[in-house]
């Protein structure tokens, strides 16, 4: 025999349940209603800009690649000092407030290439800076740059994998 | 008996309190908007000679309450009690700034309702009889906002056309128990209300349903129509949050005309300036208010104005976890 008070409690069941369904019934419509009146993203427009400008920044670095090449580097040599001066640019634009600027304007074609990572790192730093040395920037500069190394570390783990599958 | 309470949750003041000062100050962005001309400061840039952004939002509030306290003509040492509040972790802009003010001191939370919230507090405060002068303030700022709730400043962020503009400010008002011009006069607290919006980019519409609530309630609870206010004012929906305003209003029977407007959308030119779908922030309903709104109340342009203003009471751990966004509303209604 259930006490009184769990007896009302159980007769209550029935209208809770009741309520949360309408407020699930609410919620969908709700959601629909945003759905309808939030204006879609300009998709194509956005794709265009970031080809358009993430290809400028990669032939930039292409230009800088062939410099190095007719210093007498070869391809393989060339690589690394490129990577270092494209980087630098990254650093130096972010520094003058001016790579962020640009990702407004350029998306995915800002933060995709390694100007784009660069520029993840280099903000942070900036930011955290404020909190010191240590427990600000030391601790924090790879806040929004971390997870692409871990996932990236990753990933390179398994395409090494399926590759020793296949070539083994 | 609670005579003051009309209805569910609108008190009504029978002496109600006068606002005798106010104090706006605003930032870069906003002095470029087309309201530049009502607000008392518009600063240079965003750092105002400060290290960090969260002290520069300091300076801001602390600006903004001694232009309240000396346009009120009250000496500082006889306000009683200083309410006030902020967006960052801890209030700390309202906390610190009351270290400098050295007045009993109330921080409040409520996000971007906080002014109305901390002006009805005060109003309930004064019309009680428990004072006789009260020093309300909010603020917040784009750089501390944006190192809080969203990334490095300097990062790489294409910023959604959804998503808004923190408002670079500070409003503080003066409330009396006597003296002149525009007074408050209602307050509707509002209920949490979430419809299970998740994107925090998408503050608007997280807040939209709050807004429309406490608005729906006011007009219930005290028998009114829209159309008996020459302004209502929501505090940040943005231009998508505004219009599920006006669609939830309207079908809950009280659609609101060309007396709507949001503080958002006025504070800056949505077109021309690079801020989304419009301002937010305390500071964004809490400089329009008292800047240039207040100057029309005074002036008698305008005689009766709502604000409901919004929050999204959301944290960056909440949203990460998957949480949706609990929205709030809070009405004040200034009569000249």
Redesign the interface.
Known sequence: MPSKKAGQKMKKMPKTAQAAQHQKREQRAYKQLVAEKQRKPLYFKNFIVAFVAGGVVCTMGQAILAFFMKQGLDINAAAAPTLAVIILFGIILTAFGIYDEFAQFAGAGAAVPITGFANTITAAAIDFKREGWVFGMGAKMFIVAGPVIVYGILSGVFAAFIKFIIWS | MASKKIGKATVKFTNPPFIIGTGTVVGPMEGKGPLAKGFDVVLPDLACGE??PEKSERKLLEQAANIAIERSGVEKNMIDYYIAGDLLNQIISAGFSARQLAIPFFGVYGACSTCAMGATLGSMIIDGGFSDYILIGCSSHYQAAE?QFR????????????SQYTVTGAGALVLSSSGKGPRLTWATTGKVID???KDPC?LG?AMA?AAADTFVRYMIDTGSTPDMFDLVLTGDLGN?GS??FK?LVKDAGYAVGNNYNDCGLMIFDTKTQ?VGAGGSGCACPAVVMLGPIFGKLEDGTLKKVLLVATGALLSPLSSQQGETIPGIGHIIVIES
């Open positions: 290290k960090t190192r990334h490095p400043i300097e990062l790489n962020v294409k910023h959604k056309a959804i419809l299970g919006i998408n519409a349903p998508l219009e599920l669609e690079q």
